[in-house]
């Protein structure tokens, strides 16, 4: 049989294929961050951009103090907010993908359904319930015990806000990837001597960790850049990195100072990834097909 | 002796559906047992509820006379084989067969020792850095076997430890896993569904049937003796046959078959007027060109040759009898050659057929 359709050199169709994506990719991501790069090395000077190339907001950002400890303590953020997610959200997906039965989609999908509504909207709802006059206080006060004062604008308040923000992104990660698991595995290693906990170690979590590694950039990195949440929870002492950066495009106007900081949030988290990829043996992920 | 394994009236159901009911089985040291059955038999669950992976509902599961029945698996130092292999994906060779060796602490230079002496049993050495991705489907489930031996167990279960290989792998592995339950003397408690295959390789053997034991002994017992309609109808894939009590006397029955009157030793109650089902197997019947060939023998049937398909060992021929009535028979090769439609005579001994009551609990299939 004759093929009568049109027909391309192969690299004319892959190059036809992938060009929508490539073209979406440059025009709202590279462009963007292109741009951004430049400014960096830029000055500001009453609310104007000037293309005076110089380092100097580089070094105001990895030198001045403020900014370090600013970094820092978002880094510590990011750090605790993906340790609570993970511990968390491990025997969430669990759950599902074992015992969830045909409801295993819909109750990952509720697990989501906060994204309906908007940042802004989830963290005020937070408030109502951490804040001093929140849900929990009152209770507390109400039947005559103290309120919990970690709870009212402050970091730990903070941290919860964006444990539960992000952790959607977590349980679907882990989620899927256990979709993948054969659980008969574990009773191979139960008849083979391996205590539950042991089982967990030796199996279901190395060949989970690809997924679990997933989930802890995918909330790594926005709440490595957390603005909002910080803002709303975390009250006076609890601004991070995100709101200082935020605060040059705003109320000080210093566009390339925040642009440096942009590239330096943009390159630590970059860091990252790199770091938790390094983690991830291709030889022993299990995802090697039929592996078994 | 305390047997090895003993379980007593062991039952297990799931929902509506029992899995196992009122189970008794012994298993002795140092034998090779198979458990055959049809899928949804039981025999998996039961293979389970040894390993520990299922908690009987009733019953009691003792292993060298110590009770085990509420004792997780990794308590029980119980070896199992898997149908899918089922390796560990992430580990090598060497680490999949050590794991027991491992979960047991055992000293890393006893692992390696034990390790060495495993695959050279299953005849795994030089593999051991490999991936299981990277194995043969013969290489994975020695791995699976290495792994289930290697702490020399006290038990080796294996489910369907072959059914996913070809049939000439399956032939080879036949032979290997009874060399290795003969070197090291470990009873081996074999699940299939394949006859052939559990008749080859166990010493002795059960039917299983809706959750019961239909019948446990020496494999050539059940396959010459059947006790059961179902063992009967199931083992050598027998013809099947109908026919009506006309006499009893002597111990014998004297059956109208469609007007062919036919022989029969008489195992159960029965009264003339009443029908009985006969199970007779293809290699049991003796095929005459001449009736006077057959004159020795109290059955007798005439009939004609439709077809016979040679197969090597023996020819698979399809006899039309007289009465309407169509049979296989297992004849010597050289019944190939007989001309299609040639008469022919069937003939058998009183003994040769199983008889079973018509209507029995639990039969048929």
New interface residues.
């Given amino acids: 049989m004759k093929n009568r359709g049109l027909r391309f050199d192969p690299r004319i169709q892959f190059a036809m294929l992938a060009l929508p994506g490539a073209a979406f990719v440059f025009v709202f991501l590279v462009l963007p961050l292109l741009s951004i790069v430049v400014f960096s090395f830029w000055r500001t000077e009453r609310y104007e951009l000037i293309p005076e190339w110089n380092l100097e907001n580089y070094r105001i950002v990895l030198t001045d103090p403020t900014y370090l400890t600013f970094l820092l303590r978002s880094l510590v953020m990011a750090t605790v907010v993906c340790l609570a997610s993970v511990v968390y959200a491990w025997p969430v997906a669990y759950f599902i993908a074992k015992h969830g039965g045909r409801y295993r989609l819909v109750l990952v999908l509720l697990t989501a359904a906060p994204f309906l509504t908007g940042i802004v909207l989830r963290v005020t709802a937070l408030q109502q319930i951490l804040g001093p006059i929140g849900l929990v206080n009152m209770a507390l006060m109400t039947f005559g015990f103290e309120p919990i004062e970690a709870l009212m604008y402050s970091n730990v308040a903070s941290a919860i806000g964006l444990v539960y923000l992000w952790i959607p992104f977590m349980i679907v990660a882990i989620y899927l990837s256990l979709l993948n698991f ?1 659980f ?2 574990l ?9 539950p906990w ?1 089982a967990f170690l ?2 279901t979590w ?2 989970n960790w690809i997924g679990t590694a997933i989930g802890i950039v995918l909330v790594f990195v926005p709440t490595f850049a957390a603005t909002v949440t910080p803002r709303f929870l975390g009250g006076p002492n609890g601004s991070l990195f995100g709101n200082i950066l935020e605060h040059q495009f705003g109320a000080t106007g210093t566009w390339a100072l925040g642009s440096a900081m942009g590239v330096v949030l943009f390159l630590v988290s970059l860091a990252f990834i790199l770091l938790i990829g390094r983690t991830i043996d291709p ?4 995802f ?5 | 002796m305390t047997p090895v394994l003993d379980l007593q009236a062991v039952e297990k159901r799931f929902g509506a559906v029992t899995a196992l009911s009122e189970v008794d089985l012994t298993i002795d040291r140092g034998e090779f047992f198979a458990l055959l059955g049809p899928s949804g038999s039981g025999k998996t669950t039961m293979l389970r509820v040894i ?3 299922e908690r009987p509902d009733r019953g009691r599961v003792l292993v060298e006379g110590r009770e085990v029945t509420a004792l ?3 308590l ?5 084989v ?1 149908q ?8 090598t060779v060497g680490e999949n067969i050590v ?2 060796l491992r ?2 602490r055992r000293s890393r230079a006893e692992q390696q020792e034990q390790l060495a002496w495993v695959s050279r049993l299953v005849r795994l050495q030089g593999l051991e850095e490999r ?3 990277q194995l043969s489907g013969g290489q ?1 489930q020695r791995v699976a076997l290495a ?1 289930g031996l290697v ?1 020399r167990p006290t038990l080796l279960l294996l489910d369907e430890p072959l059914a996913n290989l070809d049939r000439e792998l399956r032939r080879e592995m036949e032979v290997e896993i009874r060399r290795y339950q003969r070197e090291l003397g470990i009873p081996f408690v074999y699940v299939t569904h394949n006859q052939e295959e559990a008749l080859t390789i166990a010493d002795r053997m059960a039917v299983m049937y809706r959750g019961r034991i239909e019948q446990v002994g020496d494999k050539l017992d059940l396959y010459m003796r059947p006790e059961t309609r179902f063992v009967a109808g199931f083992l050598g894939h027998p013809n099947r046959f109908s026919a009506r009590v006309l006499e009893i006397a002597d111990g014998r029955m004297l059956l109208d078959w469609n007007g062919v009157r036919l022989r029969q030793e008489r195992r159960f109650e029965t009264r003339a007027g009443e029908t009985v089902e006969l199970f007779l197997k293809s290699e049991r019947i003796r095929l005459c060109r001449r009736p006077d060939e057959a004159a020795a023998l109290p059955n007798r049937v005439p009939g004609r040759l439709q077809d016979a398909i040679f197969k090597g060992v023996f020819a698979d021929c399809f006899v039309t009898l007289n009465n309407g009535a169509e049979l296989v028979v297992a004849a010597t090769p050289d019944a190939a050659g007989i001309p299609r439609e040639s008469p022919v005579t069937l003939a058998w001994d009183i003994a040769d057929a199983h008889a079973f009551p018509v209507e029995q609990e639990g039969g048929g299939s």
């Avoid at chain 1, 090697?288 to 078994?292: A, L, N, S, V, W």
């Avoid at chain 2, 029980?76 to 199992?80: D, F, L, Q």
């Avoid at chain 2, 899918?84 to 580990?91: A, G």
């Fill in positions: 054969d008969e595995l009773e191979v290693a139960k008849v083979a001597g391996a205590r042991r030796e199996v190395p060949l030889k022993r992920t299990g090697t097909g039929i592996g078994r | 390993a520990g992976l997780p698996p990794y029980r130092n119980i070896g199992m898997f899918d292999f089922l390796l560990f994906p992430h580990k794991f027991p979960m047991q991936y299981p991705h994975k792994r702490s």
